[in-house]
T-cell receptor
Framework: DTAVSQTPKYLVTQMGNDKSIKCEQN?????MYWYKQDSKKFLKIMFS???????INETVPNRFSPKSPDKAHLNLHINSLELGDSAVYFC???????????FGPGTRLTVL | AQTVTQSQPEMSVQEAETVTLSCTYD???????LFWYKQPPSRQMILVIR??????QNATENRFSVNFQKAAKSFSLKISDSQLGDTAMYFC?????????????FGTGTRLQVTL
């Protein structure tokens, strides 16, 4: 199936730990994104990469470090997790900046 | 900075009826794109409909249509013949371009419940 996939779908961890969320798209898109959806369902962009190059960084704490090994993958690594990092994280991709973004299924991160 | 406002946190509609979700936005740009996304309980974000600001004609997609009023910066979504499967959060989104990437700015969402 052609899609944007994320692993894991659920992640429960303790404060202070380091964790990663992986994202892969097989749509052949050049641009990938990370969004955060908080407990009130508000969605906000975090990062965007185009062909492995960082394009958008929306003043996200530097504990969050995206890594793009190739244009089909954009992983999100989070250091020293805090309670406020609990959220659903969505990966997305698009072929052309003017066209729609296709979203992955989301990863629900719970920090205890 | 662009802002997107959805003034209806929750709405309810009976099956087979029509419902309109409102969205207003603020921007100084002239060329942009607007979207409605649906998020059912499965939490998957699904594109419902897309509108280019330079097009005067309102977009339609089967039972979904928009009323795009560029001067008023309004972009409402009309769902006709509502179905139980339409129950979801609906997000209005404004797209701006930054170099080779685009950024979606979302509204706070409207939770739509379709009832029997």
């Amino acid at each position: 199936d052609t899609a944007v996939s994320q692993t894991p779908k659920y992640l429960v961890t303790q404060m202070g730990n380091d964790k990663s969320i992986k994202c892969e798209q097989n749509l052949g898109h050049d641009t990938m994104y990370w969004y955060k959806q908080d407990s009130k369902k508000f969605l906000k962009i975090m990062f965007s990469y185009n062909n492995k190059e960082l394009i958008i960084n929306e003043t996200v704490p530097n504990r969050f470090s995206p890594k793009s090994p190739d244009k089909a993958h954009l992983n999100l690594h989070i250091n020293s997790l805090e309670l406020g990092d609990s959220a659903v994280y969505f990966c997305a991709s698009s072929q052309d900046p003017h066209y729609e973004q296709f979203f992955g299924p989301g990863t629900r991160l719970t920090v205890l | 900075a662009q802002t997107v406002t959805q003034s209806q946190p929750e709405m309810s509609v009976q099956e087979a009826e029509t419902v309109t979700l409102s969205c207003t936005y603020d921007t100084s740009e002239n060329n942009y794109y607007l979207f409605w996304y649906k998020q059912p309980p499965s939490r998957q974000m699904i594109l419902v409909i897309r509108q280019e600001a330079y097009k005067q004609q309102n977009a339609t997609e089967n039972r979904f249509s928009v009323n795009f009023q560029k001067a008023a910066k309004s972009f409402s979504l009309k769902i006709s013949d509502s179905q139980l499967g339409d129950t979801a959060m609906y997000f209005c989104a404004f797209m701006t371009r930054t170099g080779t990437a685009s950024k979606l700015t979302f509204g706070t969402g409207t939770r739509l419940q379709v009832t029997l």
